[in-house]
């Protein structure tokens, strides 16, 4: 959106044509079972993105939900994922449909070139259509190969500016092995004791915390 500004000079007026609007950055307060996870969204890199996510965070849809996708287990680390209705309340028994659940809507890739897959950055998890993100997200937990890669297919839409130790314990908890399997599918990466999202809320720039250093996991 471009406005223009007019200020007042003598009897005529100065036209200052061509300014750029950009939204600011949003804040968001992630509680877990381990501890609070504060996060600075971006709508001016990721429009879409950000109006899906803060939607699905005003409509209570992150409450309860198992980090069902955890991998960490390699060096680099790589992500700790979130946000398939699938895994309400962690139902064991259920375990085989984690990480398969999307919503009926979809939002398109947003890459932004100023926005990477840095360890504490969010990023829009997503099937083999590149505009088929819905509700689940990631945190990138290093700045390995395998994280980096992502850029420029997955829309990176925000970051971690407090909590990233809540993170790293998220991502050191015990997971299933790559064999382990529920009604023959795959339930690797999955924690042995569910670790939850437990609520998201949107919060203020003034109650969101001064950022701290984020550090990769390992």
Same mark, same amino acid.
Request: overall charge negative.
């Given at each position: 959106m471009v406005a223009a500004a007019l200020?007042?000079?003598?009897?005529?007026?100065? %036209?200052y044509a061509n300014y750029v609007y950009q939204a600011p950055p949003l804040y968001a307060k992630i509680g /877990? @079972?381990? &501890? $609070?996870? $504060?996060?600075?969204?971006?709508p001016s890199c990721a429009p879409k993105t950000v109006d899906n996510f803060v939607s699905l965070v005003n409509g209570g849809f992150y409450t309860d939900l198992v980090w069902h996708r955890i991998v960490d287990k390699s060096t680099p680390a790589f992500v700790i994922q979130t946000g398939d209705n699938n895994s309400k309340y962690g139902v064991n028994s259920t375990r085989y449909t984690w990480g398969t659940?999307?919503?009926?809507h979809t939002?398109?890739?947003?890459?932004?070139? @100023?926005?990477h897959n840095y360890a504490g950055y969010l990023g829009m998890a997503?099937? #083999?259509?590149?505009? #088929?993100? #819905?509700? !689940?997200? $990631?945190i990138n937990l290093s700045n390995g190969t395998a994280n980096l890669s992502l850029d420029p297919n997955y829309t990176v839409f925000g970051k971690v500016i @407090?909590?990233?130790? %809540? %993170?790293c314990s998220i991502s050191y908890v015990p997971v299933y092995g790559s /064999?382990? /399997? !529920?009604? &023959?599918?795959?339930i690797a990466d999955q924690p042995v004791t569910p670790v939850f999202v437990t609520n998201a809320t949107m919060i203020s #720039?003034?109650?969101a915390p001064a950022p701290q250093a984020v550090t990769a996991c390992k």
């Open positions: 200020v007042v000079a003598g009897m005529g007026y100065l %036209v /877990t @079972s381990l &501890g $609070y996870i $504060y996060v600075e969204l971006f659940g999307n919503l009926a939002v398109p890739l947003e890459f932004c070139g @100023s926005l997503r099937g #083999s259509d590149p505009n #088929s993100g #819905s509700s !689940q997200w $990631y @407090s909590g990233m130790k %809540v %993170v /064999t382990a /399997t !529920q009604n &023959g599918a795959s #720039s003034g109650a």
